[in-house]
């Protein structure tokens, strides 16, 4: 992992707790969440378990071992969410800052059209770059940065799922696969403190700015 560390990414600390309990609490408080299916790496039951509890995380729990592949994961955590839940939102543990508010307008956009992202616009200039050597410059006007949470119709993720299974599609995410069956992907503007932890410099930023409270 380009993290650099032994432990799995959401088991990572950060200010106190791990990157999937500052999630767990902010889940905890998004109305309209009935239930967490969480997908984990194998032999990790036994912490999560400790987690959900060290942060007081009271909504029913189902714990599954993931996949090969996040898109893996996500499938087998689908197949265990309850036949009666009409909205399905995935996030990844990596997004410690996603809010509460985050995951509400997006189940609100999902529950209005089929499904819905948080995205930001892309700020900076974009390059085409081949051999370290500039070919061409990206119109940026019509592009976001897409993150997560991200909603969806339980019958619509599961079809996309399906037949991605059967095609033998990965995609980067669960919006695309949604989008290679012809739905319609609303975006929900999020914010640039909503990144994806992945290198030891996030981590650092992360730290950084639990410790100046601008998130408070």
């Not at 400790?50 to 009271?58: L, S, W």
């Not at 956009?109 to 930001?120: E, L, S, T």
Request: aromatic share 4%.
């Amino acid at each position: 992992m380009r993290l650099g560390l032994t432990e799995p990414k959401a088991f990572v600390r950060l200010a106190g707790a791990t990157l999937f309990g500052h999630v767990l609490r902010t889940l905890a408080s998004v109305e309209g969440v009935q239930e967490a299916v969480i997908a984990i790496p194998a032999g990790t039951e036994a912490t999560t378990r400790t987690e959900i509890a060290a942060v007081g995380f009271d909504l029913p729990v189902k714990i599954t071992p993931g996949g090969t592949e996040r898109q893996d994961s996500v499938r087998i955590a689908l197949a265990l969410t309850s036949a009666d839940a009409k909205l399905i939102v995935v996030h990844d543990a990596a997004r410690p800052f996603a809010t509460a508010p985050m995951f509400e307008a997006c189940l609100e956009a999902a529950q209005q059209g089929g499904a819905a992202i948080v995205a930001i616009p892309v700020a900076d200039s974009l390059k085409r770059v081949d051999r370290r050597t500039i070919t061409g410059t990206i119109q940026r006007s019509s592009l976001w940065h897409a993150q997560t949470p991200q909603a969806f119709r339980r019958e619509i993720l599961r079809k996309a799922h399906m037949q991605a299974l059967r095609a033998g599609v990965t995609a980067t995410d669960d919006a695309e696969l949604v989008e290679r069956i012809g739905g319609a992907v609303v975006v929900v503007e999020g914010s640039r403190f909503n990144f994806k932890i992945t290198t030891r410099d996030d981590l650092r930023m992360a730290e950084a700015i639990v410790r100046a409270g601008v998130l408070h």
